[in-house]
């Protein structure tokens, strides 16, 4: 039997991927989870998959689709921290590249078991590599998805910045009954979050010494240095 409240479906799912990271047998360590939803109607989608040649539409993944559940999982501090210690990606950071990916799986998987006994069908695109190798390409972009599911806003760096910040995993699922969209959503033409939402802007990053203002701005402004070099 369907679930006859969406705030019912909205719950479980929020309980679940919780539930998952909670109990997960990694050596990572996460802070709470974020969870939003967007309309699967949202004309954003059709705008996507219109720019970028083989997206897919939820449909695509769900014939019959009305939702989309975006989740972030971000890193504790020590790990972020542990990152910013050296050229390189730090070895804990590398760990927990890999063993958010596993879990995010374990999540979809869970969340597509778990929801038709309550009535709803789940479909979902693995977390990572399922991009066109030549193309590089993704399918299905968690990214775009979380940024239209109010997750977030895209940074200068291409990078998802969320309440929680950018260290962290995305997955989505996406579902057959309607989960009204996450209500707090920024709405077009809000202020971006990060240097901005901090009362900082680029001049800031500019006059920054260190990584940020060599590799964040990169070649854009003439800094005389590709983006990102190596861990900035």
């Not at 047998?25 to 709470?32: D, H, K, S």
């Not at 974020?34 to 939820?58: E, I, K, N, W």
């Not at 020590?78 to 596993?102: D, F, K």
């Not at 006994?117 to 590089?136: A, C, M, Q």
Request: glycine share 10%.
């Amino acid at each position: 039997m369907r679930l006859s409240g969406s705030p019912d479906v909205h719950d479980s799912i929020i309980d679940l991927v919780s539930t998952c990271v909670a109990n997960a047998n990694v050596a990572t360590r996460y802070r709470a989870p974020l969870v939003a939803f967007a309309r699967a109607s949202d004309p954003r989608f059709a705008d996507l998959a219109s720019h970028v040649p083989g997206h897919l539409l939820p449909d695509d993944l769900l014939p019959g689709a009305q939702s989309v559940c975006a989740f972030f999982l971000p890193f504790d501090e020590a790990i972020v921290e542990a990152n910013r210690q050296g050229e390189l990606a730090s070895e804990v950071w590398a760990r927990a590249y890999v063993e958010t990916n596993a879990l995010l799986t374990e999540i979809c998987r869970t969340l597509a078991d778990e929801m038709p006994r309550r009535g709803v069908r789940v479909g979902w695109e693995p977390p990572t590599h399922n991009f066109d190798p030549v193309r590089l390409v993704s399918a299905w972009s968690h990214k775009s998805v979380a940024v239209i599911a109010g997750l977030g806003q895209l940074g200068h760096h291409h990078m998802l910045i969320t309440h929680s910040g950018c260290a962290g995993r995305l997955g989505s699922v996406v579902l057959d009954v309607d989960v009204p969209e996450t209500s707090d959503r920024a709405p077009s033409g809000a202020p971006r979050l990060g240097l901005t939402a901090a009362g900082r802007g680029l001049a800031h990053a500019i006059r920054r010494p260190g990584p940020l203002s060599r590799g964040f701005l990169g070649e854009k402004l003439g800094l005389g240095q590709p983006p990102c070099p190596r861990n900035s």
